[in-house]
């Protein structure tokens, strides 16, 4: 697979090999993972609807957010890829012209490697003012650097430890 959308539910607790491929999720659906996400591969998360990582995830390719809804519920402590929010929309170029959020729930466990980004908006003056938001409730472990741009908001209701280079864009 490289690309999937629904309109409906699609719900698995299967295992899910992105291998070295990238998987796009789209549409106006919700995509409910609550088995295992492994592989090298990349995820991007377009259309209205929602994204809910519930497993525990080995994944280590990044994760784009370009529109919709991301919940993390599950163990992502070995999902050490970057989270880009940049709300590019479905088949934009231009960051933050459609919001997004992304949610590490209470339970879980995120972990970022060293060499990846946490980053929230950006800092050009392209594109829109919709903003790209973070809410991380869980433990969040970034051996990365966190960017936090323009349109970028990151709210820390658990616990969130930065080893890696912070900057804020304003």
């Known amino acids: 697979w490289t690309n999937l959308s629904t309109t409906g539910v699609l719900?698995?607790?299967?295992?899910?090999?992105?291998n070295t491929y990238g998987l796009t999720l789209a549409g106006s659906g919700s995509f409910k993972f609550?088995?295992?996400?492994?592989?090298?591969?990349?995820l991007r998360k377009m259309g209205t609807?929602?994204?809910?990582?519930?497993?525990?995830d080995t994944f280590t390719g990044d994760k784009t957010v370009d529109r919709?809804?991301?919940?993390?519920?599950?163990?992502q402590s070995a999902a050490t890829g970057g989270w880009l929010l940049r709300g590019y929309g479905d088949s934009g170029s231009a960051?933050?012209?459609?919001a997004t959020t992304t949610t590490f729930e209470g339970t879980s466990t995120v972990s970022i490697a060293s060499g990846k980004t946490v980053q929230l908006g950006n800092n050009s003056a392209n594109g829109g003012f919709q903003?790209?938001?973070?809410?991380?409730?869980?433990s969040v472990t970034?051996?990365?650097?966190?960017?936090?741009?323009?349109?970028?908001?990151?709210?820390?209701?658990?616990?969130?430890?930065?080893?890696?280079?912070?900057?804020?864009?304003?």
């Not at 919709?68 to 163990?75: A, D, R, Y």
């Not at 960051?95 to 459609?98: E, G, S, Y």
């Not at 990365?144 to 304003?170: D, H, K, M, P, Y």
């Open 11 to 18: 719900t698995t607790s299967n295992n899910l090999s992105l």
């Open 34 to 42: 609550d088995g295992p996400v492994t592989g090298t591969g990349t």
């Open 49 to 56: 609807g929602s994204l809910d990582l519930n497993g525990t």
């Open 68 to 75: 919709g809804t991301v919940f993390i519920g599950g163990n």
């Open 95 to 98: 960051f933050n012209t459609v």
């Open 131 to 138: 903003f790209q938001t973070l809410h991380a409730n869980g």
């Open 142 to 170: 970034n051996a990365g650097s966190l960017f936090i741009g323009r349109a970028g908001t990151l709210n820390v209701g658990g616990t969130w430890t930065q080893s890696g280079i912070a900057t804020v864009f304003t």
